[in-house]
């Protein structure tokens, strides 16, 4: 049994930052033909804003816009917020959201069984300890077959960066480069999450490309994986990778990444 899941940080709902919020259709229409290409049986949206009637009288229809019969939505401050969506039935969903971050827990009821999936979004300003408080709250209990994926806002320890480098890129948008940077490379939630028995899909079959900037959004070159799929070792990846075209480099600032597991129910 095989179930294809996919992580996708869309850029503020697909509109601009300033009142009355525009929509940008054609970053919508690239992500839909993205998403229709790849058919994933899951897909989790971070920064899925306006998700549900807010104060500004905007409402983006996540399930009807790509295509998903379930769905599940997790507001945040304002706008902001996740939307986790599925091609099987969402059971026991929960929106988990506090001081350092929003996300989803829920049940995907595929034939046979069930798998646990965690859609995360830690703040970005967050520290790495607020970060690791704000994804205990998924792990509180120890599940088979579950897979945390999400904008986790956080560096892997395997992967290799060069702090002068990060430092003068930051500086293109940062007027406290050096500290956003350092906070980055502290890197305790990626290894907490492996001390907690999650594997990292992408890293584990030498797919992981750094995630963010796009080349449509690619003023600053800092060439970060902060986007990633977790799961537990009784899920088997079959395939991983970092979505890289045409239509990816404009639709967003992040490049979407999708897993293909094999689940063995026994």
């Known amino acids: 049994m095989k179930i294809k899941v996919m992580s996708y940080n869309v850029l503020h709902g697909f509109r601009n930052f300033d009142p009355p919020f525009d929509l940008e259709k054609d970053r919508l229409e690239a992500v839909q033909?993205?998403?229709r290409a790849e058919k994933?049986?899951?897909?989790?949206?971070?920064?899925?804003c306006f998700g549900s009637p807010s104060q500004f009288g905007i409402f983006m229809d996540y399930a009807r816009l790509f295509n998903f019969q379930y769905f599940k939505y997790c507001p945040s401050k304002r706008?902001?917020?996740?939307?986790?969506l599925s091609q099987y039935p969402i059971s026991?969903?929960?929106?988990?959201?506090?001081?350092?971050?929003?996300?989803?827990?829920?049940?995907?009821?595929?034939?046979?069984?069930?798998?646990?999936?965690?859609?995360?979004?830690?703040?970005?300003d967050a520290t790495e300890n607020?970060?690791?408080?704000y994804v205990k709250a998924f792990l509180a209990k120890q599940k088979k077959r579950q897979i945390i994926l999400g904008d986790f806002n956080a560096i892997s320890d395997k992967d290799t960066y060069d702090r002068a480098t990060l430092i003068r890129e930051?500086?293109?948008f940062d007027s406290d480069a050096e500290h956003s940077v350092d906070k980055y490379l502290e890197r305790k939630l990626i290894p907490y999450l492996r001390s907690r028995g999650l594997i990292d899909a992408l890293q584990s079959v030498n797919s992981h490309k750094p995630t963010i900037p796009t080349?449509?959004?690619g003023y600053a070159k800092t060439n970060m994986r902060i986007d990633f799929i977790f799961h537990t070792l009784d899920l088997r990846v079959i395939d991983a990778k970092t979505i890289k075209n045409k239509m990816t480099d404009m639709a967003s600032d992040h490049y979407p990444i999708v897993t293909t597991f094999d689940i063995k129910w026994k």
Do not use: C, M, Q
Not at 130 to 133: D, F, G, L, Q, V
């Open 40 to 48: 994933p049986d899951v897909l989790g949206i971070t920064e899925a």
């Open 215 to 217: 080349k449509g959004y």
């Open 79 to 84: 706008e902001w917020g996740s939307a986790l």
């Open 33 to 35: 033909k993205v998403v």
């Open 130 to 133: 607020e970060k690791i408080k």
């Open 170 to 172: 930051y500086r293109k």
């Open 92 to 124: 026991n969903a929960r929106a988990v959201a506090n001081e350092n971050g929003s996300g989803i827990e829920a049940e995907i009821l595929k034939e046979g069984g069930v798998v646990n999936v965690g859609l995360v979004h830690p703040r970005f």
